[in-house]
């Protein structure tokens, strides 16, 4: 059975920095690429930052780029997200997602649908 655990969520303030963490189990997600998206209350699900598997290519909302950097351990089977400069606005429900490694490719994804499997995800808050 896959699954996709997020940790390093919590309360901070504005300016601070976090690191999430995803630990994939189940399967080998070396060859996948894995993505992080968010959402915010009473909003869509949006689209944070994707690497693809051998971490060559990276993509990132503009929110975020600058800000935020995608990172993986694929010994670890692991995806991170190290977030500084925090911002009331990136208060949200941070999810971890993978895509099948049936679907190998080099590319990343931005879009929710390119992904099959996903975190339960953890709360981020940030104060003002």
């Known amino acids: 059975q896959v699954q996709l655990v997020e940790s390093g969520g919590g309360l901070v303030q504005a300016g601070d920095s976090l690191r999430l963490s995803c630990a994939a189990s189940g399967r080998t997600f070396s060859s996948s690429a894995m993505g992080w998206f968010r959402q915010a209350p009473g909003k869509e699900r949006e689209f944070v930052a994707a690497?693809?598997?051998?971490?060559?290519?990276?993509a990132y909302a503009a929110s975020v780029k600058g800000r935020f950097t995608i990172s993986r351990d694929n010994p670890k089977n692991t995806v991170y997200l190290r977030m500084d400069s925090l911002k009331p606005e990136d208060t949200a429900v941070y999810y971890c997602?993978?895509?099948?490694?049936?679907?190998?490719?080099?590319?990343?994804?931005?879009?929710?649908?390119?992904?099959?499997?996903w975190g339960q995800g953890t709360q981020v808050t940030v104060s003002s």
């Open positions: 690497i693809s598997w051998n971490v060559v290519t990276t």
């Open positions: 997602a993978a895509r099948s490694p049936d679907r190998r490719s080099t590319y990343t994804y931005t879009t929710s649908d390119e992904y099959d499997y």
